[in-house]
């Protein structure tokens, strides 16, 4: 389950787009920020995505990339044209392949490795989906999770939203705002489409007539679409953008990430709740949270990057990144499935999981501080964004080490405050603990 969001140079603040997306992936399944840059290759050259070979390009841009471990793909990126792209998960009446072909990461990887705008991204797309098709687990760890891929790409002065199921597809050009969740959302309005979608739903029996067609009522299943809460997130998202464009910034974009439904808001107390800011828990609706947030500043010359490379935004910080001086990556821990406090993701889930026993009181204990270091990152990123690169990868790193020692002091105030004892809560978190090979609090 995820959740991502435009808003377009027409709708962001002072005339700069803006794109975000929280992705919610399983407790234990590290994601974290990877550089690779720019590269050439020989001709007749493969690459290895996550099950299939397939033709490599005879060039591939610099790319930076929210990337689960286990997989070739991503989950979010940006690369040096300025360029990003997220995904959805997107379930059918038409069952997705189990077949090992490209997962919809795979897919955004190689769009961000190949295209330079958004409308060459779709091309992109279009072209592996219809020559490879979509397919393969989307989970590790012996779990099983198959789908099929909604997406937006957008840069500067463009966004588009894309749509598939199986092999085929429908995509539309972005206005001022659009949010994508884990449910269809174009209509019979769209820009693009594969030749024989329109036939391929009559074949199937799920649309009447061309007349009649409408993708998202006429593919869109109703098990998974309904308890994803897809379409209510979507709503939440659009609506949180759609009410404040031409005012959309940053800190908007964060704040929607952030988004609970009340106020009051306890991880603990449903086995049910689905929201923008995804908090696992007990039962089989609540297995995946959100691992990691991005959002970036779509500036022309050069467009700002702010990531958490953490799960929970709620609980974390952005941390802001350019595409020119990212290379101080390369050097930093991957995380497994197994808790390593060396790495970002692991170092912040000590703080995360110990929030969570009881969230309100012990967010409480940091928030305000977060929010003011979080507002000096992004001060001093917008003062430097057109400073030398030298300049802005020395503050790009002091931020990222702040960030780090900052939450371990964070996590001594968290662990002063008490524990809300939650049976089923306690043991849903306790079973994710044992599996990371992590003390459970």
Not at 76 to 95: D, F, Q
Not at 240 to 269: C, I, N, W, Y
Not at 414 to 431: C, D, I, Q, R
Request: charged content about 20%; glycine content about 6%; proline content about 4%.
């Amino acid at each position: 389950m995820c959740d991502t969001l435009i808003a377009t140079k027409l709708a962001g603040v002072n005339g700069v787009a803006v794109f975000g997306k929280n992705s919610d992936r399983p407790p234990n399944e590290g994601q974290s920020m990877v550089f690779f840059p720019a590269a050439d290759h020989a001709p007749g050259s493969k690459v290895k995505c996550t099950y299939i070979e397939i033709p490599q390009a005879a060039h591939t841009h610099a790319v930076l990339l929210s990337k689960p471990y286990w997989m070739w793909g991503a989950e979010m990126g940006i690369n040096e044209h300025g360029l990003v792209i997220g995904n959805e998960a997107i379930y059918s009446k038409i069952p997705a392949s189990k077949e090992p072909a490209l997962l919809g990461m795979d897919m955004l990887r190689i769009a961000l490795e190949r295209a330079v705008t958004p409308r060459e991204a779709i091309t992109v797309l279009t072209d592996i989906l219809a020559q490879f098709g979509q397919g393969g687990n989307c989970a590790a760890d012996g779990d099983h999770l198959y789908y099929h891929n909604s997406f937006i790409a957008a840069d500067a002065d463009d966004a588009w939203v894309l749509e598939t199921v199986d092999k085929q597809w429908a995509a539309k050009q972005v206005k001022d705002v659009y949010t994508i969740s884990n449910c269809l959302t174009i209509g019979n309005q769209y820009d693009l489409s594969s030749d024989s979608l329109v036939d391929f739903a009559i074949q199937k029996g799920i649309s009447k007539s061309k007349n009649d067609f409408h993708l998202a009522r006429d593919f869109s299943d109703f098990l998974y679409t309904t308890f994803s809460r897809g379409r209510a997130r979507r709503e939440t998202t659009f609506d949180s953008l759609d009410g404040q464009k031409g005012r959309v910034g940053v800190e908007t974009m964060m704040a929607t990430l952030r988004h609970h439904k009340h106020a009051d808001f306890d991880p603990r107390t449903s086995i049910s709740e689905q929201d923008v800011c995804m908090h696992a828990g007990f039962g089989p609706i609540r297995i995946s949270q959100s691992a990691a947030s991005l959002v970036v500043y779509l500036d022309k010359s050069s467009p700002i990057i702010f990531a958490t490379g953490t799960a929970a935004p709620c609980t974390s910080l952005f941390k802001p990144f350019w595409m020119d001086a990212a290379s101080f990556l390369s050097g930093e821990p991957v995380p497994t499935h197994r808790a390593d406090s060396n790495s970002l993701f692991w170092s912040h889930e000590k703080l995360h999981r110990a929030v969570i026993q009881n969230y309100r009181a012990r967010l409480e204990t940091y928030a305000a501080d977060r929010d003011a270091l979080e507002k000096k990152f992004i001060a001093g990123a917008m003062k430097l964004n057109n400073a030398p690169a030298k300049e802005r990868a020395e503050f790009s790193r002091a931020c990222y080490e702040e960030a780090r020692a900052a939450e371990a002091e964070w996590l001594k105030r968290v662990e002063s405050a008490p524990v809300k004892k939650s049976f089923l809560h306690a043991m849903a978190w306790n079973g994710f603990n044992q599996k990371a090979g992590m003390a459970s609090g």
